[in-house]
């Protein structure tokens, strides 16, 4: 079975840059087909998808974050890795690492993180 664990800190100060990271395990992040996502969750907000890095490291990311956010990865590791500059207190919500279940669309989250908690605020 796939897991993922997100890890990171749970408190940013605005304006600084968060990182986050993700593990994974009875899975390699470089497997074709797979996309790995990071995503995140607000009250205010509901889920929303963050970006996607492929089985052979290309990224795409949301539009919105595109100008804030970098998503790279250590193979050696497994791990995948979430930067995020120039936070607000907006960006506060559970961030979420996923895999998608077949290996066809980033966007069919087949398997999740437990997610962790990253709140914004001085």
């Known amino acids: 079975q796939v897991q993922l664990q997100e890890s990171g800190p749970g408190l940013v100060e605005p304006s600084q840059t968060l990182s986050l990271t993700c593990t994974a395990s009875?899975?390699?992040?470089?497997?074709?087909?797979?996309?790995w996502s990071w995503l995140r969750q607000s009250p205010g907000k509901g889920l929303e998808w963050m970006g996607a890095?492929?089985?052979?490291?290309?990224?795409f990311v949301r539009p919105s974050l595109r100008s804030r956010i970098s998503i790279s990865r250590d193979t050696s590791k497994n791990q995948l890795t979430l930067q995020m500059n120039s936070v607000i207190p907006e960006d506060t919500a559970v961030y979420y690492c996923a895999r998608d279940a077949d290996g066809w669309n980033y966007y069919d989250w087949g398997y999740w993180g437990q997610g962790t908690q990253v709140t914004v605020s001085s």
């Open positions: 009875d899975a390699s992040i470089s497997t074709q087909y797979y996309f």
């Open positions: 890095m492929s089985h052979s490291g290309g990224t």
